[in-house]
């Protein structure tokens, strides 16, 4: 007779948004405390993709309230005035996992479908209120209004009110407003960090935060100018398979194959068409509906194993460029010396990514730890907080770079920015915290550092010889005096020769040489003398 204890198993399929409701932790909601820097961030970005990346100049206005007063409750409202939502898109974006704009091929902060429905199923978990939102589209003559929640088990909207009123004024954007259990004393100073971080890379937003105290901050904007906003393209050959290819053949059935191709990829034209097809064994004029498993399997292989084709499209993605990174930090840390690079488009598993790096070094700038200077990192604009040992800016900066021969030992006054900014960032969990070590990236990554660092090489160099010659010029002035002296009684009775005027031809002779102005060394020369 066996021992085994047969146990009944319970088989069942969850929704998508049970699934993300019972592992909420894998989305950064795992306290009240990430909950509500995670709300914070979840509406805030969504506002700045709404406004950006479609050529607006983002106005952000960000609440957080507490509504109750035993409870830690707390009411997060974030107002844009960005692109808006189509009303009977609005349920579905805020009452539906895995339901979003951003599912195409171009940069944007947002990528999974997921990130506000998280804080609305936290809100309704925690405080069981309804998400609100408010939001009409440029050239609609209304408003509209929703009342919301989420029905986990059949991952729907639930539609609890909604209304319409007409626009006085052309006003276009979004304002939502979720209600979560939250911990506003521990998530504070995350909450800030973030902002400020994020201002850093958006110096054309204007952001303004009212705190739970009534406190404001404003983020006035600092540059009108904003990065060229992405443009959607077709996906690039590099990254077919199989499957792809069987919902191409379903989408495109009665087209040609070659016109399938053509159509539905970029970098690919009729030559290329007809030769992958050749290579493939392929009638080029076959129907795409008639397409069998294997010449799909076959048509797969000869793309990938196509040599000249065109590296994929950087028009789908937007960089911040060296003004506004330049700016940003200016504004920030006020240093004495700033810098920033933006690389040309490269390519990691078919898609198209740039880094930018940027520096700042002294004046405001903050004192960095003794092995790495204060890192600030950044993916498709959004600044990344938590997992910074994970993340592959971190290897390159700790392992990857000789910071000696940059004339730099730490503790120093260094600020190192990483912006990477690609289709499909490739980031270590949907929380967006860090960004995998990919070798096309990290090295990419290192020659931004690399030609970055370069430029405050040259004028920490610069600097040095400077600090050299005044040092020297102050060496040389503590003799002027008795230099002056000893020629005075030598000359004395020259005509109109004193010894002011002997000491004023020497600080003359010392500031030539050195390349100072008559002031630098004739103020030196006071020090010694008073100091005499
Ligand atoms: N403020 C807003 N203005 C315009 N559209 C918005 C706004 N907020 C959300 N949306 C729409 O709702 C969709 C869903 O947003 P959600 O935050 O769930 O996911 P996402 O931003 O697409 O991706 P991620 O989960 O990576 O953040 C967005 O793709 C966008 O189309």
């Excluded at 600090?467 to 005509?495: C, F, N, Q, W």
Aim: charged share 25%; hydrophobic share 40%; net charge positive.
């Amino acid at each position: 007779m066996s021992n085994s204890v047969e146990g009944v198993e319970k088989y069942r399929a969850i929704s998508p948004a049970e699934f993300f409701y019972k592992y909420r932790e894998i989305a950064g909601f795992s306290n009240p405390v990430r909950a509500l820097y995670q709300t914070v961030r979840e509406l805030y970005e969504n506002a700045l993709d709404a406004t950006d990346a479609h050529g607006i100049l983002p106005d952000v206005k960000i609440s957080i309230k507490r509504v109750d007063e035993i409870q830690e409750y707390y009411r997060v409202t974030v107002e844009d005035n960005g692109i808006g939502l189509p009303p009977d898109v609005v349920p579905n974006a805020f009452g539906k996992v895995l339901f979003s704009s951003k599912y195409v091929l171009k940069q944007t902060r947002g990528m999974y479908g997921l990130g506000v429905k998280m804080a609305v199923l936290y809100g309704q978990m925690t405080t069981g209120r309804p998400v609100e939102v408010i939001t009409s589209k440029q050239g609609f003559k209304r408003i509209y209004y929703f009342k919301l929640r989420i029905d986990v088990n059949k991952n729907e909207p639930v539609i609890l009110e909604r209304g319409t009123w007409r626009k006085s004024r052309d006003w276009h954007g979004t304002i939502v407003s979720i209600t979560l259990e939250g911990d506003w004393a521990r998530a504070k100073p995350k909450i800030m960090e973030y902002l400020s971080r994020s201002v850093v890379v958006t110096p054309y937003a204007n952001i303004i935060f009212l705190t739970p105290e009534n406190e404001i901050i404003y983020y006035p904007r600092a540059i009108s100018i904003l990065p060229r906003p992405p443009v959607e393209v077709k996906p690039h050959p590099f990254g077919v398979d199989l499957e792809m290819m069987k919902q191409l053949k379903e989408l495109s059935a009665s087209d040609t194959v070659k016109d399938l191709l053509i159509k539905n990829f970029q970098s690919v034209g009729e030559s290329t068409a007809t030769e992958v097809l050749n290579r493939a064994g392929v009638d080029p004029s076959k129907p795409a509906g008639s397409l069998g498993e294997d010449e799909l399997l076959r048509i797969v292989n000869a793309i990938k194993g196509f040599e000249n084709l065109r590296p994929p499209s950087a028009k789908a993605i937007s960089p911040l460029g060296r003004e506004i990174i330049v700016t940003g930090l200016s504004r920030m840390f006020k240093p004495e010396f700033v810098e920033a690079v933006t690389r040309r488009p490269q390519v990691y598993h078919g898609h198209p990514f740039i880094v930018e790096a940027g520096v700042a070094y002294g004046g405001g700038t903050p004192q960095s730890e003794m092995d790495k200077p204060v890192i600030l990192r950044y993916a498709n604009k959004i600044p990344l907080l938590y997992d910074e040992g994970s993340d592959v800016t971190t290897f390159v900066i700790k392992e990857d770079i000789n910071w000696a021969n940059y004339s730099i030992a730490f503790p120093a006054p260094l600020v190192v920015l990483v912006h990477v900014c690609s289709t499909k960032i490739p980031f270590k969990g949907v929380g967006k915290e860090s960004i995998a070590d990919v070798p096309e990236i990290r090295r990419e990554i290192r020659l931004a550092l690399m030609e970055v660092l370069r430029r405050l090489k040259i004028y920490l160099v610069r600097k040095a010889r400077e600090e050299e010659v005044k040092r020297r010029v102050v060496l040389l002035a503590k003799y002027i005096p008795e230099i002056a002296r000893s020629l005075h009684t030598i000359v004395r009775g020259e005509d109109g020769i004193d010894q002011e005027l002997l000491k004023q031809k020497l600080v003359e002779i010392v500031a030539k040489r050195a390349g100072l102005s008559l002031e630098e060394v004739a103020r030196s020369v006071e020090t010694v003398e008073i100091g005499t």
